[in-house]
T-cell receptor, first 116, second 115 residues
Framework: GAVVSQHPSRVICKSGTSVKIECRSLDFQATTMFWYRQFPKQSLMLMATSNEGSKATYEQGVEKDKFLINHASLTLSTLTVTSAHPEDSSFYICSAVGVQGPKKLFFGSGTQLSVL | AQSVTQLDSQVPVFEEAPVELRCNYS??????LFWYVQYPNQGLQLLLK??????LVKGINGFEAEFNKSQTSFHLRKPSVHISDTAEYFCAVSTSDTGRRALTFGSGTRLQVQP
């Protein structure tokens, strides 16, 4: 079936560096991609929604200059955590939805970001 | 806006016993409902979803859920659990049939299956 690939699965970086996370829909065109953040033992919190070819819509409290989202094609969205700090350490998950809507909605496997 | 409530943060159960994980939602419009399972350090795996039709939905790994519109509930059930079912379970709701709105998640329920 359809798969959403998220890469890397785990990244450790130094404070102040930038980290890019990729989310790819492998066998369908994702008209919309979502980025979530999950702290340990907590639920998923939506960070932003991105539609192909347009600017991402960020949730309240999410810094758009810190969490850069690019959705340049129907199969790829990227989340860049700029100037990462230890408080940015979290599990980041993307999801992609095709034109069929919730019948075709899939999640990536997540990225564990640890900022030292 | 919609919201999802999972009242039980943890549910301990013995192996081969039945289990029910509760989920209630709030929405002023029609909803689509989902249950996901998350194993440690992994992403989300869809267990089942309700989009329309029969209110009893069967999913993978022997799980099923029933959509009850009058009680605004979508409880997840399994008649006999296994050790391998130990995981975090999330109930989620969407109000968009185009999928352009993100899912709203409940706080999760930790299912702990004991031998």
């Amino acid at each position: 079936g359809a798969v959403v690939s998220q890469h890397p699965s785990r990244v450790i970086c130094k404070s102040g560096t930038s980290v890019k996370i990729e989310c790819r829909s492998l066998d369908f065109q994702a008209t919309t991609m979502f980025w979530y953040r999950q702290f340990p033992k907590q639920s998923l919190m939506l960070m932003a929604t991105s539609n192909e070819g347009s600017k991402a819509t960020y949730e309240q409290g999410v810094e758009k200059d810190k969490f850069l989202i690019n959705h340049a094609s129907l199969t790829l969205s990227t989340l860049t955590v700029t100037s990462a700090h230890p408080e940015d350490s979290s599990f980041y998950i993307c999801s992609a939805v095709g034109v069929q809507g919730p019948k075709k909605l899939f999640f990536g496997s997540g990225t564990q970001l640890s900022v030292l | 806006a919609q919201s999802v409530t999972q009242l039980d943060s943890q549910v301990p159960v013995f192996e081969e016993a039945p289990v029910e994980l509760r989920c209630n939602y709030s929405s002023s419009v029609s909803v689509y409902l989902f249950w996901y399972v998350q194993y440690p350090n992994q992403g989300l795996q869809l267990l089942l979803k309700y989009l329309s039709g029969s209110t009893l939905v069967k999913g993978i790994n022997g799980f099923e859920a029933e959509f009850n519109k009058s009680q605004t509930s979508f409880h997840l059930r399994k008649p006999s659990v296994h050790i391998s079912d130990t995981a975090e379970y999330f109930c989620a709701v969407s109000t968009s049939d185009t999928g352009r709105r993100a899912l709203t998640f409940g706080s999760g329920t930790r299912l702990q299956v004991q031998p």
